[in-house]
């Protein structure tokens, strides 16, 4: 009898290899989607949400159909720095609709939970299950990109995605800080996209200097240089540098993008640098 990719209809008696199982499975929802960028960091606290997010809302500035994902399960962070705190994901049947956001449609856990400070304790097969909903169950329609928010670390939540959108057409974007602790954390998801044969399309160094809007001077609250380091350690591309702006945390808190809060030239001109180098290796 030949595969059809159900196995739990054959049971015990399934007699096809793991290659008719591969040919049988029906091609992921998010196949025809041009290019997925999974945003990761092996460090918390390096401000890997707001890259996702920046990253998202320059690409949709440029023209493009745009979806953001956020895996980030314990900690979501996207809602509110897509200013769709409170929003509610719905649908019929076994498909959602994600939430709109200006021209992003933005999916998450945030848009599932009743109160916005409820703990979320699951355990691995679970959150499996709810990350594998999220990209199957969504109606993304159609889309030039996805971008996914991961949270930190090389745990279920990265190593489900990147299993689920293997493939041509998907890569890592890696964010950093600049001083030697962060780096060495980080090292850890380069490792990791090798580890699962995910190519990294950048690494980022964000909070790379701070510029006072008042001198003009920049001072290296955390050093300087450690992505550039870790991207020639490992080879990778290095996308460029993110300044530590007040701008682009006021634009966070507020949902909205850093064009729409008169944000800092400097950080403005930095992100769509790095827009840039990143789609340069994408295509």
């Known amino acids: 009898m030949a595969c059809n990719g159900n ?11 793991p290659e008719e199982k ?7 929802k998010t196949a025809s989607i041009r290019r997925k960028i999974v945003v990761m960091s092996g460090k918390g606290g390096v ?16 023209g493009e159909r745009v979806g953001l994902l956020d895996v980030d399960l314990h900690g979501p962070s996207v809602p509110i720095l897509m200013g769709a705190e409170g929003a509610r994901m719905t649908g019929t049947g076994e498909m959602m609709d994600p939430v709109v956001s200006g021209p992003i449609k933005v999916a998450s856990v945030g848009f599932l939970l009743q109160d916005r400070d409820a703990a979320v304790v699951w355990r691995g097969p679970l959150k499996i299950g709810v990350i594998q909903q999220l990209l199957e169950n969504v109606a993304w329609g159609e889309l030039d990109t996805l971008v996914v928010d991961c949270p930190p670390g090389t745990g279920d939540e990265p190593l489900t995605v990147c299993q689920l959108l293997a493939g041509a057409g998907t890569g890592a974007v890696i964010v950093t800080t600049p001083q030697d602790v ?3 954390d980080v090292a850890r998801s380069i ?22 809007p008042h001198c003009g001077k920049t001072t290296d609250v955390f050093g300087s240089g450690g992505g550039e380091k870790l991207a020639k350690r490992f080879g990778v591309p290095f996308a460029g540098k993110v300044p530590l702006d ?23 001109d ?14």
């Open 47 to 62: 401000g890997k949400s707001t890259i996702a997010v920046q990253l998202a809302r320059a690409l949709a500035a440029g």
């Open 246 to 268: 007040g701008a682009i945390c006021a634009s966070g808190d507020k949902g909205r993008s850093l064009r729409e809060t008169e944000g800092s030239p400097a950080a403005l």
């Open 22 to 28: 591969q040919a049988a499975r029906k091609p992921p």
């Open 182 to 184: 962060a780096a060495a």
């Open 191 to 212: 490792r990791f996209a090798e580890d699962v044969g995910l190519p990294v399309w950048g690494l980022v160094e964000n909070m790379s200097g701070f510029v006072c």
């Open 7 to 17: 196995c739990g209809t054959c049971g015990e008696n399934a007699t096809c290899t």
């Open 270 to 283: 930095a992100i769509q640098a790095v827009v840039a180098n990143i789609l340069a290796v994408a295509g």
